[in-house]
């Protein structure tokens, strides 16, 4: 039972969102997400269009996803890595090479291509929502 792990906002969710949770899913059998709080987004000087409840609905519904956990701190990371026996953690690759210490945890770092074109920030955008 090979185990992933993945972190983010996932606000407004977007088929950028879905590809990069198909694709780690697709690197093993069992995917947690920790999705950020909205005091964890605060601080990542994000502010979601949907609360954290209301993203945890929509992560819970994919098939892809086993698991969803809080993310409360850039700092949890390794534990979570133990905590959750993870064997592999993966990110899109805006974040390549930031979380290369968590090797030392004895897990494998995998940065996948992020989906072209589509962002939360450009539906905001897109939709004059930015100015809400
Ligand atoms: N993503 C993607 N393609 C997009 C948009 C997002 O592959 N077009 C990926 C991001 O690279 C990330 C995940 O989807 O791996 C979630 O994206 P965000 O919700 O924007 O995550 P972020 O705010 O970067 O939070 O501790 C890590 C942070 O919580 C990451």
Redesign the pocket.
């Known amino acids: 039972m090979k185990r992933i792990i ?6 407004l969710l ?4 879905i ?3 198909r694709r780690a899913k697709a690197l093993g059998d069992y995917l947690i997400v ?3 709080e909205d005091d ?2 605060t601080q ?1 000087g ?1 502010s979601c269009y949907f609360s954290y409840e209301k993203r945890k609905q929509l992560l819970e519904a994919i098939r892809y996803v086993d698991l969803v956990i809080p ?1 409360s701190s ?1 700092e949890q ?1 390794s534990s979570d890595m133990h905590e959750y026996h993870i064997d592999i953690f ?6 390549k090479g ?2 290369d210490y968590l090797k030392d945890n004895g897990v494998e770092v995998i ?10 920030t450009r539906i905001k955008s897109d939709l004059n929502l930015d100015k809400a």
Not at 6 to 11: L, P, R, V
Not at 90 to 95: A, I, L, Q, S
């Open positions: 993945t972190y983010g906002s996932f606000d977007h088929y950028g969102h590809n990069l949770l920790a999705l950020s964890f987004n990542k994000k993310e850039w990371k993966v990110m899109g690759d805006d974040w930031k979380f940065y996948l291509p992020r989906t072209p074109e589509i962002s939360t």
